[in-house]
């Protein structure tokens, strides 16, 4: 015989919005960290030491000159310290030089016993597959591990005007949508223009504790990695001087300002003309 009892709905077990709000905060609260340590990587464009600046909440990474080492700077967000690690940007359209490479790989023994999170700064913009395959080489220095880690900042989104990220990310194709699948789909939009009680950072710290919950930890460089790193600066030794030479010309033309109000995207002259 059959029951006339009522189950129990889908209704009755939909939390209503202020438990989710309790729950989402409780969850938040789990995964924070008494400190946090980042690393920024990306091209010698605007956008990489200015977003360092933007999460210190003060002027502390140079944007007038390429830095050629890696620097780090802390700060107190919100309670707690924050460390960030500035690194050499690398170049577009050329393999970066094998002392720059080092310098981003010291980065890792500056955020002692390893960083929370490395912040691969991207700017929106046209993203080419010689793009991806700086990004590849670049990263492959701290081993397959790192994209684990890594988390997609997305600056210059003012071009993106009222278009989704998730919309650019498809229209540019399957390179851009290659980095972003390598990194979980890990990524944050940010507005470099904007300092003090900024309030993408708080959203950004959480995506870099959910991380490191995820991934049950922070980086850790392995040894053997770090063998393979050496052995591939040695063979690059030959080609530095050429390259660096290259990187360290100053830069005569562009400005985070001028590009800021460009509606299209910069063309790769002027980009490759601004300094990071």
Not at 140 to 153: M, P, S, Y
Not at 163 to 171: A, G
Request: net charge negative; charged share 30%; aromatic share 6%.
């Amino acid at each position: 015989m059959s029951s006339n009892r009522p189950t129990n709905s889908t209704a009755d077990d939909q939390l209503d919005p202020e438990e989710e709000k309790r729950l989402a905060a409780a969850a938040r609260e789990a995964n924070r960290l008494p400190e946090l340590r980042l690393i920024l990587l990306g091209w010698r464009w605007p956008g990489k030491s200015l977003t360092g600046n933007t999460i210190l909440g003060r002027e502390e990474f140079r944007l007038e000159r390429a830095a050629e080492f890696s620097v780090k700077r802390e700060t107190e967000v919100d309670r707690r310290k924050v460390s960030v690690v500035d690194t050499p940007g690398w170049f577009s359209a050329q393999t970066t030089p094998a002392d720059y490479q080092q310098e981003m790989v010291r980065s890792v023994s500056m955020c002692s016993p390893g960083p929370h999170a490395f912040l691969l700064v991207i700017p929106v913009g046209m993203f080419t597959e010689t793009d991806r395959a700086r990004i590849e080489e670049n990263l492959a220095l701290f081993g397959e591990d790192v994209w684990k880690h890594t988390l997609v900042v997305f600056t210059w989104a003012e071009i993106l005007k009222d278009k989704s990220i998730e919309r650019h990310i498809r229209r540019e194709g399957r390179d851009l949508q290659w980095v972003v699948d390598k990194c979980k789909k890990r990524y944050h939009v940010i507005n470099n223009y904007i300092f003090g009680e900024h309030p993408q950072l708080p959203q950004l710290m959480e995506k870099v504790e959910k991380i490191v919950a995820e991934e049950g930890g922070y980086f850790i460089l392995k040894e053997d990695e770090t063998k393979t790193q050496s052995q591939t600066q040695s063979l690059n030794t030959s080609s530095v001087k050429e390259n660096r030479e290259l990187g360290a010309r100053p830069k005569q033309n562009g400005s985070c300002n001028s590009l800021r109000s460009m509606d299209v995207d910069p063309p790769q002259s002027l980009v490759e003309g601004v300094s990071d």
